[in-house]
């Protein structure tokens, strides 16, 4: 404890600066006071990164900022501010709370609001915030850099699914709040085909890649943990992915991952992107157990032909809506001073509230 204690203070005092540059035309100033976890804070740090934004942190001593400091490793275009800004015309705001900002003068205003769900309507100036492949790829592994280089992959496999699918994966807020078959409910039912191939040892890993092509559903045990450095070969050796809800929301990185690569979803949650996916266009959709088996054996019959048409689509799909970079510079570029971001946050009760919205 006294050791994560002693770096926090570390990384408080390496990543914090007096002051910002005022020659600086390329800062965002980032002031949140509703609390959000650090996952949902990266995504924006992230998607800033992408558009070759520095961020610059507004906090206030305490835990929450040792918190932040610690994770600024992953994020070299970020620092920490302790002190008010009041205007800057040179720089962007991106805040949870215009009121306190509304006489302040900046080159541009970026609200959040952490309410982002299927049932959000989006009017002109307002954008749904995309969601990010896993924070590790970005920072740790730089895979974002590498896209094209797993889009052009030799598929050894029509269906894959990968992860964890533990008994959490089936909860009320799935079930009830979203309306969604649960994670666990789906590979379960799948692990109960006798036709469904399941993976248990590293070794049986190794052969999806060395191996002939495997027409059928691969489930890798959920005891098997991929390494995140390991993670986008592997998901790049399948034509399908099953991109089953997530824990505490439906939407999981694996699903940004798949279409960054040309790995097409078979998915149950097409609506918590926006656009919403299409199925036989750029995914596979089902609602229910019977139409996921329905859907399999249409994946399972599909010739290449058609696959490469819905592998190219899923491709495209995430380079006009995903792409972070591309979408901040189209954020930036409305035509208003002021624009409105909805993100998602990766809580519990904040999915809850924006479903009952």
Not at 15 to 29: G, H, M, R, W
């Amino acid at each position: 404890m006294l050791r994560s204690l002693f770096q926090s203070l570390v990384s408080l005092f390496k990543y914090s600066v007096l002051n910002i540059d005022p020659e600086k035309t390329d800062a965002v100033i980032l002031d949140v006071h509703q609390p959000i976890v650090n996952r949902t804070l990266r995504m924006l740090l992230i998607s800033f990164q992408m558009a070759g934004l520095d961020v610059y942190i507004r906090v206030i001593p305490g835990r929450k900022a040792l918190s932040i400091a610690k994770m600024l490793r992953w994020h070299p275009n970020a620092r920490l501010i302790w002190v008010p800004v009041i205007s800057r015309q040179n720089a962007i705001l991106c805040t949870d709370n215009p009121d306190k900002y509304a006489k302040s003068v900046f080159l541009k205003k970026i609200y959040l609001h952490f309410d982002f769900s299927p049932v959000v309507k989006l009017s002109a100036g307002h954008y749904a915030f995309p969601y990010i492949m896993h924070p590790q790829l970005y920072g740790e592994y730089g895979e974002h850099n590498c896209l094209e280089k797993y889009r052009s992959s030799q598929r050894t496999l029509r269906i894959l699914f990968s992860g964890n699918y533990n008994k959490d994966y089936a909860n009320s807020c799935i079930n009830e709040v979203c309306g969604k078959v649960s994670r666990y409910e789906i590979i379960e039912h799948l692990r109960k085909n006798p036709e469904v191939k399941y993976i248990s040892s590293v070794d049986e890993v190794q052969n999806v890649f060395t191996g002939g092509y495997e027409n059928s559903v691969v489930l890798i045990d959920n005891r098997l943990r991929i390494n995140q450095a390991s993670w986008m070969k592997l998901l790049s050796s399948a034509d399908f992915f099953i991109c089953a809800p997530g824990l505490v929301m439906p939407i999981s990185h694996n699903m940004i991952e798949s279409l960054a690569i040309g790995t097409i979803p078979l998915t149950n949650y097409a609506e918590w992107l926006a656009p919403n996916l299409k199925n036989g266009k750029n995914a596979v959709l089902f609602s229910s157990l019977d139409e996921l088996d329905h859907s399999i054996n249409e994946i399972l019959q599909m010739n290449n032909d058609d696959v490469l048409q819905l592998r190219q689509q899923a491709i495209n799909y995430y380079s006009d809506n995903l792409s972070h970079g591309e979408f901040m510079k189209r954020v930036l570029d409305y035509s208003d001073n002021i624009v409105n971001l909805h993100v998602i946050n990766e809580d519990k009760k904040s999915v809850v509230a924006s479903m009952m919205n």
